[in-house]
């Protein structure tokens, strides 16, 4: 009967997540938001499919928590970790330790006790690793300087766990009789309290031991258990390494997620790093899955009901504070740019250490019953509210930023009557550059990414940071007395927009344009602009060329089956424009006719009879030659 409820439960949690999360993914609302919402209709609240079990399964998928910042160590080697340590102690600390003290003077304002109000303020100056580092990885944020920012803060967080953990039941001797402070002190870690000395060397000795096997026995390890050739046993030394650390760190009274963490920094230059990596990572996947659905299913809306107004205005005011003092820190911290509002964002809501927190407070009985369920009430709302926060960051807040930015901050540009306007001064953009101003070209350059801008100008690029959709700034680069405007620019939809403002007004101007694909080449070919190259098409010919090479071709043939097929696509692709025009299937038809035309033409030319001479400019083969040639 056990077994039969465990199955359905894994049924419920399964069915949950797949029909919930691709519907909040098709809808732009995140991955994090669909499990968070999956959770609250399965819920005893809503359905009812899933009961009080809920709280035990998100303390199980917390170990996801645990696997990730393993994996998140992994890709971070000690060297870079030094480099953020500017960030990690600084903007990470001073975050903690501000947001602890407003929170912890609002608290003692309504009336909390002093040592009860200090303890909400470190409870909840903490943010969700689990939900943010998600959001980075879904949105490709975490190389993004608010991204890297987010991720020092909540290491830092992760390590002030250690301290608070401490200090909860130091807070709680002060609400308590005499007899009882003595029996509080002991539940710091859950074994009879240590002298001080005896602790901090038990956690040097831990740390130190991770690190060298780390270091010098986990490589012997993984090698000995990777000859063996199974891949299951990989994958349980994977884990057992994993559980084995959380497990140890948590004996000794450390964040289980930091000492995994280290863990994986110090495996960051071994060989099998990226083995671990998509070894561990479905699992992570699917436990921080279970985790956020767990959280939407443990929401108290009974409680809720019961006083609303009381909970939406400690959320809101929870949620405004921390943002306010996020968004300080980030302007302080030289955020530019709108990134110092993403930052504040990202990092707005609880943690989900404060769960762990908050129970650990009341068995201290710091906290009465009704004083912890409103706290954990404040802090799954403030968690299921931060992918709706992000969703406002990304549709409202940086649109308008990036309009009034554009409209009070962008660069004046000299008056200079350049005959090449380039927009977009990326990867792409950087090569057309380079080629023009090499040839003694005259090029008016503009990006509307500040951080390009400002790296690009120290290599010494003269570029100008500006919105180039606004007619006003083309006017101001000199669209007018213009001989060409190249768009290499990354964003396809302003691209277009802009094609079609200049195609109007000056005609005369030739427009040259980076495409995404062939349907976004055939979209400028409805306005008339003929000159576009495909962003990955000639990379791609010139890697299969060298392909050839590699396969048994001679460097000329394959230079000539890679130019026959380049000069077949040309030809094609404004046949297939019309098709595109008229006739969907059409299309779709002579894109198969075309594929196999070209097929049959390349082995025709493969078949035709090329002397061993024709090696054009084949080096190699004229030295094989030479050489063959004298040994006779």
């Given at each position: 009967?056990?077994?039969?409820?465990?199955?359905?439960?894994?049924?419920?949690?399964?069915?949950?997540?797949?029909?919930?999360?691709?519907?909040?993914?098709?809808?732009?609302?995140?991955?994090?938001?669909?499990?968070?919402?999956?959770?609250?209709?399965?819920?005893?609240?809503?359905?009812?499919?899933?009961?009080?079990?809920?709280?035990?399964?998100?303390?199980?998928?917390?170990?996801?928590?645990?696997?990730?910042?393993?994996?998140?160590?992994?890709?971070?080697?000690?060297?870079?970790?030094?480099?953020?340590?500017?960030?990690?102690?600084?903007?990470?600390?001073m975050?903690?330790?501000?947001?602890a003290?407003?929170?912890?003077?609002?608290?003692?304002?309504?009336?909390?006790?002093?040592?009860?109000?200090?303890?909400?303020?470190?409870i909840?100056?903490?943010?969700?690793?689990?939900?943010?580092?998600?959001?980075?990885s879904?949105?490709?944020?975490?190389?993004?300087?608010?991204?890297?920012?987010?991720?020092?803060?909540?290491?830092?967080?992760?390590?002030?766990?250690?301290?608070?953990?401490?200090?909860?039941?130091?807070?709680?001797?002060?609400?308590?009789?005499a007899?009882?402070?003595?029996?509080?002190?002991?539940?710091?870690?859950?074994?009879?309290?240590?002298?001080?000395?005896?602790q901090?060397?038990?956690?040097?000795?831990?740390?130190?031991?991770?690190?060298?096997?780390?270091?010098?026995?986990?490589?012997?390890?993984?090698?000995?258990?990777?000859?063996?050739?199974?891949?299951?046993?990989?994958?349980?030394?994977?884990?057992?390494?994993?559980?084995?650390?959380?497990?140890?760190?948590?004996?000794?009274?450390?964040?289980?997620?930091?000492?995994?963490?280290?863990?994986?920094?110090?495996?960051?230059?071994?060989?099998?790093?990226h083995?671990?990596?998509?070894?561990?990572?479905?699992?992570?996947g699917?436990?921080?899955?279970?985790?956020?659905?767990?959280?939407?299913?443990?929401?108290?809306?009974?409680?809720?009901?019961?006083?609303?107004?009381?909970?939406?205005?400690?959320?809101?005011?929870?949620?405004?504070?921390?943002?306010?003092?996020?968004?300080?820190?980030?302007?302080?911290?030289?955020?530019?740019?709108?990134?110092?509002?993403?930052?504040?964002?990202?990092?707005?809501?609880?943690?989900?250490?404060?769960?762990?927190?908050?129970?650990?407070?009341?068995?201290?009985?710091?906290?009465?019953?009704?004083?912890?369920?409103?706290?954990?009430?404040?802090?799954t709302?403030?968690?299921?509210?931060?992918?709706?926060?992000?969703?406002?960051?990304?549709?409202?807040?940086?649109?308008?930023?990036?309009?009034?930015?554009?409209?009070?901050?962008?660069?004046?540009?000299?008056?200079?009557?350049?005959?090449?306007?380039?927009?977009?001064?990326?990867?792409?953009?950087?090569?057309?550059?380079r080629?023009?101003?090499?040839?003694g070209?005259?090029?008016?350059?503009?990006?509307?990414?500040?951080?390009n801008?400002?790296?690009?100008?120290k290599y010494?690029?003269?570029?100008?940071?500006?919105?180039?959709?606004?007619?006003?700034?083309?006017?101001?680069?000199?669209?007018k007395?213009?001989?060409?405007?190249?768009?290499?620019?990354?964003?396809?939809?302003?691209?277009?927009?802009?094609?079609?403002?200049?195609?109007?007004?000056y005609?005369?101007?030739?427009?040259?344009?980076?495409?995404?694909?062939?349907?976004?080449?055939?979209?400028?070919?409805?306005?008339?602009?003929?000159?576009?190259?495909?962003?990955?098409?000639?990379?791609?010919?010139?890697?299969?060329?060298?392909?050839?090479?590699?396969?048994?071709?001679?460097?000329?043939?394959?230079?000539?089956a890679?130019?026959?097929?380049?000069?077949?696509?040309?030809?094609i692709?404004?046949?297939?424009y019309?098709?595109?025009?008229?006739?969907?299937?059409?299309?779709?038809?002579?894109?198969?006719?075309?594929?196999?035309?070209?097929?049959?033409?390349?082995?025709?030319?493969?078949?035709?009879?090329?002397?061993?001479?024709?090696?054009?400019?084949?080096?190699?083969?004229?030295?094989?030659?030479?050489?063959?040639?004298?040994?006779?």
């Amino acid at each position: 009967m056990h077994n039969q409820d465990f199955f359905l439960n894994a049924l419920i949690y399964l069915g949950a997540s797949v029909i919930s999360v691709p519907i909040a993914k098709k809808l732009g609302l995140g991955s994090v938001l669909g499990y968070l919402l999956a959770g609250i209709l399965i819920g005893p609240f809503v359905l009812g499919l899933v009961g009080t079990e809920a709280g035990e399964v998100m303390h199980f998928a917390e170990f996801g928590v645990v696997l990730m910042l393993f994996i998140i160590g992994l890709e971070l080697e000690p060297a870079l970790l030094w480099k953020m340590r500017r960030s990690i102690f600084g903007l990470g600390g001073m975050q903690v330790i501000i947001t602890a003290v407003i929170i912890g003077l609002v608290a003692s304002f309504l009336n909390f006790q002093i040592h009860r109000a200090i303890a909400i303020g470190l409870i909840l100056a903490l943010s969700s690793t689990a939900i943010v580092l998600q959001t980075l990885s879904e949105k490709g944020l975490m190389r993004n300087i608010a991204g890297r920012s987010a991720f020092s803060v909540l290491l830092f967080q992760d390590m002030a766990v250690i301290p608070i953990l401490a200090v909860i039941p130091l807070l709680a001797t002060l609400g308590l009789p005499a007899d009882l402070s003595d029996s509080a002190l002991n539940n710091i870690t859950g074994v009879p309290a240590l002298p001080g000395w005896l602790q901090l060397l038990i956690i040097i000795g831990a740390m130190t031991t991770i690190v060298i096997i780390g270091r010098f026995a986990a490589q012997h390890i993984f090698r000995l258990v990777a000859e063996t050739g199974l891949h299951e046993v990989f994958v349980a030394l994977a884990l057992l390494l994993v559980i084995g650390i959380a497990l140890a760190m948590d004996a000794i009274g450390l964040s289980p997620a930091l000492g995994t963490f280290i863990a994986g920094v110090v495996l960051a230059d071994s060989e099998y790093r990226h083995e671990l990596e998509t070894t561990i990572d479905p699992f992570k996947g699917l436990l921080l899955g279970l985790f956020f659905i767990s959280v939407g299913a443990s929401i108290n809306f009974q409680l809720f009901v019961s006083k609303p107004l009381i909970i939406i205005q400690f959320v809101v005011l929870l949620i405004l504070i921390k943002f306010i003092v996020l968004l300080i820190l980030g302007r302080v911290f030289k955020l530019k740019k709108g990134y110092e509002f993403l930052f504040a964002f990202l990092l707005a809501q609880s943690s989900e250490f404060s769960f762990v927190l908050i129970s650990f407070s009341k068995q201290n009985q710091l906290f009465d019953e009704e004083t912890a369920s409103i706290l954990l009430l404040i802090v799954t709302l403030s968690m299921a509210i931060s992918p709706l926060l992000l969703i406002f960051n990304d549709k409202m807040v940086s649109p308008i930023l990036a309009r009034w930015q554009n409209k009070l901050e962008y660069d004046e540009i000299e008056e200079e009557e350049n005959p090449v306007i380039l927009a977009g001064f990326g990867r792409f953009g950087l090569a057309i550059g380079r080629i023009l101003l090499a040839n003694g070209f005259k090029v008016t350059i503009l990006d509307s990414n500040p951080s390009n801008v400002e790296t690009l100008r120290k290599y010494g690029f003269k570029l100008y940071y500006g919105d180039v959709t606004r007619p006003q700034l083309l006017e101001k680069a000199g669209i007018k007395n213009a001989r060409m405007l190249i768009l290499s620019m990354a964003e396809h939809d302003n691209a277009l927009k802009v094609a079609k403002y200049v195609r109007e007004k000056y005609p005369e101007v030739k427009i040259l344009a980076r495409a995404r694909d062939i349907f976004h080449t055939f979209e400028y070919y409805t306005i008339n602009v003929k000159s576009v190259r495909r962003e990955m098409f000639d990379s791609a010919s010139e890697l299969g060329e060298q392909a050839l090479a590699e396969l048994g071709y001679s460097k000329y043939e394959a230079y000539r089956a890679t130019r026959t097929f380049k000069h077949h696509e040309e030809q094609i692709t404004q046949e297939l424009y019309k098709h595109w025009l008229e006739d969907s299937g059409k299309f779709i038809q002579e894109t198969r006719r075309f594929s196999e035309q070209v097929s049959d033409t390349l082995q025709a030319e493969k078949n035709y009879s090329i002397h061993d001479t024709d090696c054009a400019w084949d080096v190699d083969s004229i030295k094989e030659e030479a050489r063959s040639e004298s040994n006779k």
